[in-house]
């Protein structure tokens, strides 16, 4: 469990990931700059981005003004995907090229397959291209993203380069046990965008009440009980007084009792106990659906 905003899990080719970031789902131009620039000034160290946000230049100048004003590049960890236009071998190296030029931070920390085909031969081309660039000076990292078990163990028996990150949604309603025990069991990093579920999880009446508890915020405990599961969480602002806040978790610990009480709202919401393989279809249906009109649809995120 990492214990600051610097802090970094280990990942399975050796190299760390932040616990803690920020995302720019939604947010472009100068927004999406000044959020990664402040986020960056607060203590920040992982930003995510990808070629559907159409954020990656503005995300990248916003790292690059941290730079300059004295952030070190290698303590930034910068992630972005390929998506739906670039799933054969060829198209993903094309892909990160594009990314590597809007980004212009020098290297992309790690990249991901943002949403899986539903050809498992889809899915393998794609990542025999990331396989490809991995490694390099250009990639360090590559993994995927609203990937059930059905979507990875396939992948897994193929891959010469394991996933490190799998990228889904996770919120204290929707812990996706199915798809966090299969990637704990393989070593896989699990990393939760929409982890506060656009601002849901904040009106939840028990996470109310274990936020007075602690004298803390509803997004403070959300984000909390992500840290304390070894989850990866990168909530999107750009207001700075929540960036700041949702950094201000790592000064109290969740005791078991409220991290079981935040663990049973899946019973609630009726998500716990899901078959994996009735889970994977519904999401292909919906992330099928989003693809229709991924600006509209797919990453309002906070």
Known sequence: MVESLMDRIPLNNG?????????????TGKEAEDAVFYALTQGYRLVDTSPNYDNEEDVGRGINRAINAGIKRSDIFVSTKIEKDSMDFNKAIDSVNASLERLN??????VLIHQPATDDEVNLDAWRGLEDIYGSERVRIIGVSNFKRADL???LEEAKVRPAVNQYEMYPGDSDPATNDFCDNENIVSMAYSPLHKGKV????HVHSIAKKYDKTPSQIALRWHIQRNVVAIPRSSDKDHIRENADIFNFTLADEDMDTLNKLDIATGKRGHDAETYADQTRQRLNFRGQDNNAQNYRRR
Request: proline residues 8%; charged residues 10%.
């Open 15 to 27: 190299y760390t990931i932040p616990g803690l970031g920020i995302g720019t789902g939604g947010l």
């Open 105 to 110: 931070v020098g290297y992309i920390d790690m």
């Open 153 to 155: 163990a396939p992948l």
């Open 202 to 205: 904040l009106e939840n009446r």
